[in-house]
C-alpha cells in the first residue's frame, strides 16, 4: 500500500470501521411455575419480532435499574425484582429510521415479575407471551440471546 493509502485507512477507515459498539440492557423478565420457569416475550414495534424489553441506559439510573424500567414501559411489569448482575450478554443490528445502523451489545438482566399490569406506556404497540425459555429460544433470532435462554 502506498503511504498515502496506509495513513488514511489507519486514522479514517480503519476507526470508523472499528466503532465501539453501542451499549443496551435487556430484561430477561421470569415467573415460577409447578412446570418451571417461564419467560415474557414481547414484539417488536417495527417488524413484530419476539424479543426481550430492552433499551438504552436511562440518566440517573443503573444498567439493572434501566433494565428494570424497560420491562415497564414496553411490557407491564410491576413489582419485578431485578438481579444486580447481568447473566450475559447478545449483539444484534440496531435499525434507525434513517436507515442507518448500529452494533449493540446488550446486557441481560434477570427480572423476577411479581405482577403484569393491563395498562402500561406501550401496551398498544406491543404484544407480550409467556412461555417456557425453550419455546422462546426458538422464537427469538440473535443466536447468542437463543443460547441463553436455553440455559436458563
Known sequence: ?????????SEVLDPFFRRPKELQVAALCYRRRK???EVLLITSRDT?????PKGWPI?????????????WEEAGVKDGRVANDPIGSFEYQKRFDSGASATCNTHVF???????ARNFPERDERRRKWVSPVKAAEMVQEPQLREMLRTF
Open 48 to 52: 413484530g419480532r419476539w424479543i426481550l
Open 1 to 9: 500500500m502506498t503511504p498515502i493509502f496506509n495513513k488514511a485507512w
Open 35 to 37: 412446570s418451571g420457569k
Open 59 to 71: 440518566d440517573g439510573l443503573d444498567a439493572p435499574g434501566s433494565a428494570l424500567q424497560e420491562a
Open 110 to 116: 434477570p427480572v423476577e415479575v411479581g405482577h403484569l
